[in-house]
């Protein structure tokens, strides 16, 4: 396990938003609700955690 997924991980447990660069977009504020084979499951969608860029797990709880 990487940093990265510590840090999603984290968020999850704590229910703090995380914000990320995905394929040269940027997404802000996102509720991060699993992790599931490397794939991340947002209320915004789900992404791939190996395009994940500048992941930032936020203060902002939900």
Known sequence: MNIEER???KAIEERNYISFMYENRSFQRL????LH???????KGTFEKAKLKKLTVLKERF
């Not at 509720?31 to 699993?34: A, E, G, Q, S, V």
């Not at 084979?37 to 209320?43: L, P």
Request: proline content about 7%; overall charge positive; charged content about 20%.
């Open 31 to 34: 509720k991060p609700l699993k």
């Open 7 to 9: 840090f999603i991980l």
């Open 37 to 43: 084979n490397h794939i991340v499951h947002t209320d």
